[in-house]
């Protein structure tokens, strides 16, 4: 693994759907722009942390409406509960901004960690699940969406 790279993108994170998959490569290149930030010395990274933080949240925040839209298109049977996932772990960010902040005692490597851990779990588990579902439409005729 690189220096100063807290995540390399491997296939396995691939879910089979191109649009969803390189939005998921773009989440995985925002959390180690972050984690550069949190290498940098205090007063840089700080700024180049809430930079990078924000653009990070502008992004997730984009990638769930997708992807979310994706799902209603296809009546995925557990959309609300993908929902709910999304709208904690956005929840969760704006915490952890906030009390940064604040001024709080933050750790931004602890933050990108649970960043990077979240993303990849959350494309492993729900991300998978959904894709198998569009996936086993699309292989049956039932779905004419180009993926």
Known sequence: MEENILVEWDDRY?????????????LIALTNTLYQACLEGDA?????????????????RYHFSAEEKLLESVNY???????????????????????FEQGKKFVPNVFVRYLKDWI???????????????????????LQLEL
């Open 14 to 26: 691939l879910v089979g759907i191109g649009l969803i998959d390189e939005q998921h490569k773009e």
């Open 77 to 99: 049977p557990d959309l609300a509960e993908h929902k709910k996932q999304h709208e904690g772990f956005v929840l969760q960010i704006f915490e952890e901004v906030k009390s």
């Open 44 to 60: 840089k990274a700080k700024t180049h942390f809430m930079e990078a933080i924000h653009s990070t949240v502008d992004y997730v």
């Open 120 to 142: 990849l779990t959350h494309i492993a588990l729900a991300d998978k699940k959904y894709a198998q579902y569009i996936l086993h439409l699309k292989k049956e005729g039932l």
